[in-house]
């Protein structure tokens, strides 16, 4: 347990050195570097004065780099920031995010590329949590070569469900991108909230989910893929449920129930997956087994967890 002076909202982890950074809670104003091991006292670096996190961040395969997904407070551009990894974790430079409101950014399996999720809209750190420009979303997955900064594609949602925040990020052993999103809109009018996108493949919701948008009240929480990539987990903290989805074609296998439950990730062992919810539960989940429950008392766990 490491205490922290605010809440945190996601974790990157450097598999490397087993080392992670937990990102403040959007808009944050910093993150908290720890040895997974214990080794050595945490750290807090900053983002600067006209920056601020959005709570997520991902590290170069090799741990020599750290990504930030920031918000610009002066233009409302997003912007990822480039921190150095290798000791004092000063920033060493920023590219766009060819978006706004970078959300989850994920490394991709060649070790070059970055997928953004750009929600569409901004915060401003002068009233907490207030969105800015909701109404002209334009929310987009952006690819983007990290040796040079430079968008390789992006890929954004049809106008007519531009209110549809695209968030977090999961990519399967094929290549594939899926996505999960939040609604800003109308609730009756909430499409489905979970999709897929590639480099060379624009985003496509798949119609076998249309009628999920509105039964998981507009939000899911976080998205998982197991270790063969054949399920696809989503999370769905309103509507406390968990999803599973079929990778290949975004068909609805089951739903479990599962209060207040949106951190999801691959799981250890034979489960598929690892499930954390409000009521400081940790469940292990297999597709063909009973759950297993960890049980933490006086624990409420947040918007993530990871798998070290």
Excluded at 116 to 132: L, Q
Aim: hydrophobic share 40%; net charge negative; glycine share 14%.
């Amino acid at each position: 347990e490491i205490p922290m002076s605010a809440r945190g909202h996601d974790i990157a982890v450097d598999h490397v050195r087993r080392r992670a950074v937990i990102f403040a809670r959007r808009p944050g104003f910093f993150a908290l570097a720890f040895d997974v091991d214990g080794r050595g006292e945490p750290q807090v670096f900053t983002p600067p004065a006209d920056r601020h996190f959005y709570g997520h961040g991902a590290f170069a395969h090799d741990g020599r780099l750290l990504y930030a997904t920031e918000h610009n407070v002066e233009t409302g551009d997003g912007m990822i920031g480039i921190y150095d990894a290798t000791g004092g974790w000063q920033r060493v430079g920023e590219f766009p995010s060819y978006g706004v409101g970078p959300h989850e950014a994920i490394m991709l399996s060649d070790g070059r590329t970055l997928a953004v999720a750009n929600g569409g809209f901004g915060n401003d750190p002068a009233t907490g949590r207030e969105s800015i420009g909701v109404a002209m979303m334009e929310p987009n997955v952006a690819f983007i070569d990290t040796r040079t900064g430079a968008l390789r594609t992006s890929h954004g949602v049809p106008r007519a469900i531009n209110l549809l925040s695209l968030r977090h990020l999961v990519e399967t052993p094929t290549g594939d991108i899926w996505f999960g999103t939040q609604w800003q809109g109308n609730l009756e009018e909430c499409p489905a909230l979970v999709g897929r996108v590639g480099l060379d493949r624009p985003i496509a919701l798949p119609e076998t989910a249309d009628a999920l948008g509105i039964s998981l009240k507009g939000y899911i929480g976080a998205v998982a893929v197991n270790r063969d990539g054949r399920l696809l987990a989503a999370s769905a903290p309103l509507a406390g449920k968990v999803l599973y989805l079929d990778a290949t074609t975004g068909s609805l296998v089951r739903e479990v129930s599962i209060k207040d439950s949106s951190g999801v990730t691959l799981g250890n062992g034979r489960a598929d997956f690892a499930m954390s919810t409000g009521q400081g539960i940790v469940r292990f989940a297999d597709e063909g087994a009973a759950p297993h429950d960890l049980e933490f008392s006086g624990a409420e766990f947040d918007n993530h967890l990871r798998r070290v």
